[in-house]
């Protein structure tokens, strides 16, 4: 994908400590639409994702897509080299991300305090478990967990079996994104925040942890369970305020639909030729249909499994009801919505060729993002960044490898 345009973010710069999932998807995020993101790895250590599945060849497809758009730098941290290096790199950048486990960088010398005397303008994101306070802070913390204590997992699932974690690093990726947003926020006060509308010139530190955001997904549970103490069952793929909401099984496939409000209903109705259900008092509101739920789900999925998915959706859309198809990723690569969107599209990468990729999200008119190249090698930009940067000759470069600090 190629644009003259520069993105909204180009012209910001951000050191990105963080590594694996949620810190790493935040700056592809942020690279994605014009940011220079600096990555620094551990000079032995390797982002774990690097060695994650897909494979092509001996190259990590996963890698590849979380690293686009970055620059790869090699630093060991704890040592006083590495530290002063870091520092360097963020004299005069704008936002700094780590994902550490709480204590860490401080014990380096790089916390919070120090970093922001040497640049006041700095937004300093920090990503860990449970957050940089409360009795939890110093433990270590994986997504797997935060989808757990965050109330997701018991609310995912059927009503007769186990609660059920994601497929995919559901907490990790959703954090990502509060943590983009808190980056933005913390840059639109420092440079146009306030009454004046001039920003406060200054940075701040943004605490980001991988539980509360999704804990921050469920609207409404803390209410409900604060004054009548409710809570919420599992209910497989129903939705507990609105029916029908459902995956429903055709000839071939599934497909999903959901009607919740009256008309909406009516043209469901109307599309499965059960005119008669729109009379029905089980039916006559939103609260009838959720009470009632299991005949209307069947009356609904009798219509769909004598049908294809193609011709179920087809029909329902005639009636302007608001269905879809359940899709793999084979079938999103054939599918005209996506191909018209443009969420997939073609880069050349020097690893593993021409490479299809998901197109940055969501749409700019004028400053769009764009994909300028696919993750880079391990610590490919050292001489770019130490040397000719940051002013770094071959010799000391050398050293510095040979020490064991790049």
Request: charged residues 25%; negative net charge.
């Amino acid at each position: 994908m190629s644009s003259d345009t520069a993105g909204p973010l180009d012209g910001l710069r951000v050191v990105d400590c963080s590594g694996m999932i949620s810190g790493g998807f935040a700056t592809t995020q942020l690279a994605d639409f014009g940011a220079d993101v600096i990555m620094v790895e551990h000079p032995e250590y390797k982002d774990s994702l690097r060695a994650w599945p897909p494979f092509d060849q001996d190259t990590s497809l996963w890698w590849k897509s979380i690293g686009r758009n970055k620059r790869c730098v090699t630093l060991n941290l704890s040592a006083e080299e590495g530290a002063e290096l870091l520092l360097e790199l963020i004299s005069d950048a704008d936002v700094f991300i780590e994902n550490f486990r709480p204590g860490t960088i401080e014990r380096w010398g790089l916390g919070p305090d120090v970093l922001q005397e040497l640049n006041p303008e700095l937004v300093i994101v920090r990503i860990s478990g449970y957050g940089q306070t409360g009795p939890r802070s110093d433990k270590p913390g994986f997504g797997t967990v935060a989808e757990g204590l965050s109330g997701w997992a018991h609310a995912n699932g059927f009503p007769d079996r186990e609660p059920l974690l994601p497929p995919i690093s559901l907490a990790d990726l959703t954090t990502a994104m509060f943590a983009v947003q808190a980056t933005m926020f913390a840059i639109y006060e420092r440079e146009a925040g306030g009454q004046a509308g001039t920003g406060s010139g200054t940075g701040q530190v943004v605490d980001v942890s991988l539980y509360e955001p999704l804990y921050r997904l469920f609207l409404g549970e803390v209410e409900g369970y604060d004054k009548t103490g409710t809570v919420r069952k599992r209910t497989g793929n129903r939705h507990p305020n609105a029916a029908p909401r459902n995956v429903y099984e055709t000839k071939d496939g599934y497909m999903t639909l959901s009607a919740s409000n009256q008309r909406t209903f009516e043209r469901v109705m109307h599309a499965i030729d059960r005119e008669d259900l729109i009379d029905d008092p089980r039916f006559a509101d939103n609260d009838g249909r959720v009470e009632n739920v299991e005949p209307l789900d069947n009356a609904i999925e009798a219509w769909t499994t004598e049908r294809t998915t193609a011709d179920a959706v087809a029909a329902m859309e005639a009636h302007d009801a608001i269905v879809g198809p359940v899709y793999t990723i084979a079938d999103i690569f054939e599918d005209e919505q996506f191909q018209a969107r443009n969420n997939v599209i073609e880069v050349d990468d020097a690893d593993v060729g021409r490479i299809k990729t998901a197109g940055p999200v969501p749409k700019f008119s004028r400053t769009p993002g764009r994909v300028n190249h696919m993750g880079p090698g391990h610590g490919e930009h050292n001489n770019e960044i130490f040397g000719t940067e940051l002013g770094r000759s071959t010799e000391e470069l050398d050293e510095l490898r040979e020490a064991g600090v790049l």
